[in-house]
């Protein structure tokens, strides 16, 4: 599987997002600067986000972007989904076109196996566990 960059770079900024103490936000520029996504790109995924009701943009002294959901009810496959990431796609690796269980390619029974694979791990991976791995590097943790 191949993720996108607009699929990684979303997936980069909830990441960064959820590891916020006590679900603080996060300005779109100091995002694109910890997480190294550039901020032309920043600012049209956090609408995606926000349109899709996984983030909330908060205006104001202290304002920024947060999540709307408790890191454990959002999913990757939410995240990938507000990108218009394919969760499931049905080409052919062998390049027949579309993948065809009547008439399989011979990578059909691998192929199937690596999508089922990848959409259980979307399905099952949330933020919360994101918070369990490592911290994000950049200025968006306060510095002690």
């Known amino acids: 599987m191949h993720l996108t960059q607009t699929a990684e770079y979303a997936l980069r900024a909830m990441a960064h997002l959820s590891m916020l103490p006590g679900g603080q936000g996060a300005r779109a520029k100091d995002l694109a600067e910890a997480s190294g996504i550039p901020m032309a790109y920043v600012s049209k995924l956090l609408r995606k986000l926000v349109v899709a009701g996984l983030l909330e943009s908060q205006k104001g ?19 990938l989904r507000a990108v218009d990431y394919p969760i ?45 791995g490592v911290p994000p590097r950049g200025p968006l943790l306060p510095t002690r």
Do not use: M
């Not at 062998?94 to 029974?109: A, D, K, Q, S």
């Open 61 to 79: 002294h202290g304002g920024g972007f947060v999540l709307a959901r408790p890191p454990a009810e959002i999913r990757f496959v939410d995240v």
């Open 88 to 132: 499931e796609p049905n080409h052919c690796a062998f390049g027949w076109g579309e993948c065809n269980v009547r008439h399989p390619c011979p990578l059909h029974g691998t192929w199937s196996q690596l999508k089922e694979a990848f959409t259980r791990w979307a399905e099952r991976t949330t933020l919360a566990d994101i918070q369990r």
